[in-house]
């Protein structure tokens, strides 16, 4: 894709989302704007926590909600038997990192004015840095036990992030996580909306000559990040061009392929048996994640046994995998 291409992608997805999130505030009942909205967001203090640990209780009640629907999106063959949980970031590093990230087998999270991290994005947050997101998927390479180490270590940015960015779609559907409130699902959304506006900042910093106040104010009119947080973004952004494209290019490759499988396959298609696909080789390429996909769709309309399917094995699961299996 050229720049040009991805910043109109961008914009493309930012207004899609846009209608996606009014549905929601209006749904909460709220009567006015979207920027509006997004300031009753960042201003009412019911939306965050004073308390460093109460937020650090937050985290760790919604990463057990997680749990008991894993099985909903992989097939229990193929959950990792690592143990995963949650830690604190360092109170050094707190004031100029991220609002948390895997440190598999843990997600750390950031504790830093506990008042800059809005109660909505918790779950979001833990379904891409915990499970199903980077905790899930990295524990899953790692145990591939018949795939050579470079395979199983490896990490392919836009794979990675596109699968911790699908990983919070599948909180969504079928995994319900957000349904029991519709603030979680602003901020899932939200969570989307964020990726889709990097689209449009990376490419505007860096093809088109964005200054720094340019690029916080898009991000201030199109999301509802607190301040500090696009601060850091931002400044991410300029020092580490292109990095930032991979999570929502990687997620819609990702759901392109998993709408080519439903259409091709009918009734035949599952989606743990997808997700399956997608994990089953540890970190790819996105060229050779079509490739394995494809071949998977093939396979299956053909009714080949599942030893002929696209799977690496993991012979030391507890669980065990279907005979035969190996890496192709």
């Known amino acids: ?29 709220f009567k006015g704007s979207y920027k509006e909205f ?48 949650v830690r604190v970031i360092p109170a050094s590093l707190a004031p100029n990192t991220y609002p948390a990230y895997a440190d598999v087998p843990y997600m750390s999270v950031n504790l830093y004015k506990p008042e800059t991290r809005p109660k909505y994005s918790i779950q979001v947050l833990t379904c891409h840095e915990g499970r199903p997101g980077h905790n899930l998927q990295i524990p899953v390479a790692r145990e591939l ?36 409130d519709p603030y979680s699902k602003f901020g899932y959304l939200n969570y989307q909306m964020w990726r889709a506006v990097r689209l449009v900042v990376d490419t505007g910093v860096h093809q088109d000559g ?15 990040l607190a301040d500090q947080n696009i601060a850091t973004e931002v400044d991410r952004y300029i020092v580490w061009p292109g990095q930032a494209l991979s999570y ?19 009734d035949k298609y599952n989606l743990k048996n997808f997700d399956d696909v997608v994990l089953g080789q540890g970190s790819l390429p996105m060229a050779i994640l079509k490739e394995v996909v494809n071949k998977w769709i093939d396979n299956t309309l053909a009714g080949k046994p ?15 995998c279907p ?3 190996g890496p192709h």
């Open 1 to 29: 894709m050229t720049p040009q291409q991805v910043h109109d992608l961008g914009l493309k997805l930012v207004a899609q989302i846009h209608g996606e999130m009014e549905a929601v505030f209006r749904q909460i009942g």
């Open 38 to 85: 997004v300031h009753h967001l960042r201003t009412d203090p019911k939306f965050h926590y004073t308390d460093p640990d109460e937020l650090l209780m937050a985290y760790r009640a919604a990463a057990k909600r997680i749990d008991p629907h894993l099985t909903d999106v992989l097939s229990l063959w193929m959950q990792p038997r690592q143990p995963w949980g």
């Open 145 to 180: 036990d018949n795939l050579p180490k470079f395979r199983r270590y490896a990490y392919y940015n836009a794979f990675g992030e596109g699968w911790a960015l699908y990983a919070e779609t599948l909180c969504n559907k079928p995994m319900g996580l957000y349904d029991d």
């Open 210 to 224: 964005w200054t720094r106040e340019q690029a916080v104010k898009y991000m201030q009119d199109n999301t509802a």
């Open 248 to 266: 929502m290019i990687g997620e819609q490759v990702i759901l392109q392929l998993r709408d080519k499988a439903k259409q091709k396959l009918g």
């Open 306 to 320: 599942v030893d002929q399917l696209p799977f690496a094995c993991k012979p030391k699961s507890l669980s065990g």
């Open 323 to 325: 005979a035969g299996v």
